[in-house]
């Protein structure tokens, strides 16, 4: 945390910080800390600046930057440290299971035994029952992400699969395989945020956040009218976009939320990027690869670069600004000018739409 | 020690979990699984308690291999969602079953089962379960 946070600063060329963002999940439960606030303000030495850890779930790291954003448009603060950070191998994956499925409601599912990875499992199937679509479709999502991971230099897994090794690994919970979900993860992403006016150094290397929008649904999918319809991220994507004053066809690239193979379609079929149960099919035909009309998860996205819940809203902002600066390397995307990030908290239960534009 | 099982909540929850109770919306119908005073769509505060039928139908089920703490002796155990004649919707598990049993749009009826203990606090915790429909 404290290396990604220096370097940040030390890129961005800002002189003085002044307000701390975190966005973490598991602090309390797998290394009994709370207060995460002060203790980055002290190992960074900043103490004195308000600091504050945010919580929504995996949405945690885009929330933090939300917050940020809100505090630097209000004119309260000028500049604001976004960090993302947690620490999973720590944990038993049997304690990793059990704190995920507290991103459901505990006392209506967790009790039973539901597992994220059950509950995404339900929606799959019912996916595919509904919609009469074949696995295969969904398993082009964990293909593309480690085929752009392959290439990323920061990525948890730099190797290619095929859709016959993901059909073909063990299945966690039917029909999800055991390569349609994350593995457990550390990492820790920060990102400067300023006002205009607070715009110094190397300005060519500043890239704007057009907007953050947040939205929130039942945090139960099951409970929602349409499960297949995640209504948060609609509504957080559309304000995002109208807040930018920028038409859907007109981003370049998306950073989605695939915690889990299934929500990379229910993402981009409920921002409209797919038909209802086309998206598989569009993924086949190459429209979401990196050489693809629009491109998704440039660096392999939660599947291949990672999840280290709190931190995955920092890094999918901090990938989109890597290729809005022209920095991503062997990951580049021609000409790209206007990124959006979709974070989510648990089944999208949050939704967190950030618009970033090259300036 | 750490506390996994706690009696005040289970407690809280004991007539939706052994009877299926639910607080309904007057206005909208929507359900909500715990004692609610505004209606979490609608914003209506006309709530009444009402009892969630004991036949529906499976909307979709998996099967939990990697379980969380406290359901690791469990594994694997089936999970599903039953849909009721109003739409009304209920995540559950599925007992006295082999998954290659269950089809979507089968139906399926409450009963009540042991969902899991702690061995520390002697607390044993109950509550609905569905299976195939046999009565």
Redesign the interface.
Known sequence: MTTAALEAIKNSAIERIDAIYIGNVCAEILHHQVQLGALASENLGLTGIPSIRIEAADASGAAALREAYLAISSGMIRTALVIGVEKLSDGLPEEIVSITSMFDKYEYTGYQGFTQASLAALLYRHYMERYEVSQENIAQFPVIMHENASTAPHAQYQFKISVESVLNSPVVSEPLRRLECTAIADGAAAIVLCGEDALEGNRDEAIEVASVSMSTDFVSPFDREDPLKLSAVSIAFNDSLTRAKIDRREVDIIELHDSYSILAPLILESTGYSQEGRAGIDAKNGKYSLSGELPINTFGGLKARGHPFGATGVYQVAELYLQLVGQAGKNQVDNAKIGVALSLGGLAATAVSTVMRAR | MVVRIRVP??WR?KQFRYRLIVYRCDNCGTIH??PAIIC?KCRSTRLRQSQLPHIGKL??????????????E?TP?I???VEFEDGT?L???LTDCE?NELM?GMEVEAVVRK??HDGQSGLI?Y?YKFRPRIT
């Open positions: 909540p289970n929850a699984q715990w979490r909307l979709s089920f998996t099967v939990v291999r990697q379980a969380p703490i406290g359901f690791e469990f155990y999970v599903g969602v919707r995540l559950t598990q998954p979507v969902i899991t915790i509550g």
